[in-house]
């Protein structure tokens, strides 16, 4: 029964999220931000071993795919230029 209640809170979570982002124009920077973050915090999340040549301390903070997926988007909207440098 909690397992349910626990799947039904995480999908409503998800929909409200999906929801926001429709509402939003995204340009290509942050489609891009987007994607990358995500597919890193999922990534590391089904494929655990990929972290295992890493020292401990970095597998101690990338071991949780929300922390990679954001410290992924903070990376990437720092680096990453807002604007197009060229006329």
């Known amino acids: 029964m909690l397992g349910a209640v626990t799947f039904l809170l995480f999908g409503f979570v998800a929909t409200a999220g999906l929801r926001i ?11 891009l931000i987007l994607a990358f973050s995500l597919g890193a915090g999922v990534g590391v ?20 795919g929300i922390t990679t ?3 992924a988007a903070f990376a990437l909207n720092a680096v990453l230029p807002s604007q197009r440098s060229w006329p």
């Open 21 to 31: 982002l429709q509402r939003v124009q995204l340009g290509h920077r942050e489609l």
């Open 69 to 71: 997926g954001g410290i």
């Open 45 to 64: 999340q089904a494929v655990p071993e990929f972290l295992n040549p890493l020292p401990e301390a970095v597998r101690l903070v990338f071991s949780s």
